[in-house]
């Protein structure tokens, strides 16, 4: 896809006319990613607003001990830029970006987007609504970190990023959730021997979403 399909084809963008995509796409780039690049490190400063075209973008930051904390995914047509201000040119990376499948990003000079479409307020609402995102996302990582226990974060994984669980090993899993790879088996074979998950050729299945959903809903929420 050329650049104007490319912002044709993101939710964000849905309400620009045609004259307005096409200013868009000269203020634009795209940009092509292997799997395993960094897009930027934590407090890097950037002067782009970025969103995922395709691929899939893994959040997170470094402790003071080196080891890393998961925070989340990004998937394709969302938003990668956290933003805490839109009165500066600038966006502060609060932690570290790294594509772990191989993608494109498209890549917005974030100066001229502000000028022509947040002060004019024409994507203002739509902005608002990426920043609460965010925001939810935020919410998400305090009960998982502080609040959920191991069967909820295993629950609530299943329940939001199940094609990621089945892609992934269990020791990988065990290292974002913060739990012991001895834990997540235990957690997962009482939820196949309650039925509610099944798993064929390591590959899982939910058989009773509601109770699923029971595990973590309502924990800290």
């Known amino acids: 896809m050329n650049k104007i399909q490319t912002i044709k084809s993101i939710d964000f963008f849905k309400t620009l006319n045609e004259e307005q995509i096409k200013y868009l796409a000269e203020i634009s780039s795209i940009r092509n990613f292997n799997e395993n690049t960094i897009i930027y490190y934590e407090s890097d400063i950037d002067y782009s607003l970025q969103f995922l075209i395709s691929g899939l973008v893994k959040i997170y930051k470094i402790d003071k001990y080196n080891n890393e904390i998961f925070l989340y995914h ?4 969302n938003m990668i830029s956290e933003l805490t201000s839109i009165d500066d040119e600038t966006i502060y990376c609060f932690s570290n970006a790294e594509f772990i499948k191989e993608g494109a990003i498209l890549s917005i000079n974030f100066k001229k987007f502000r ?3 947040l002060d004019t307020s024409i994507l203002a609402s739509n902005f ?3 920043i609460l995102i965010k925001s939810h996302q935020l919410q998400c990582i ?3 970190e502080l609040v959920f226990d191991a069967t909820a974060k295993v629950a609530y994984m299943l329940h939001n990023d199940l094609e990621i669980f089945n892609s992934l090993k269990k020791t990988e899993i065990a290292f974002m959730l913060h739990i012991q790879p001895e834990t997540l088996s235990r957690v997962l074979k009482r939820l196949t021997r309650n039925n509610v998950i099944s798993v064929e050729d390591k590959k899982f299945t939910i058989l ?3 109770q699923l ?5 309502g924990v800290g929420l």
């Open 208 to 210: 009773n979403e509601q």
């Open 142 to 144: 305090i009960n998982r």
């Open 128 to 130: 608002i609504k990426e």
């Open 74 to 77: 990004i998937y394709k047509n």
């Open 115 to 117: 000028k022509q479409f």
């Open 213 to 217: 959903l029971s595990s973590f809903q």
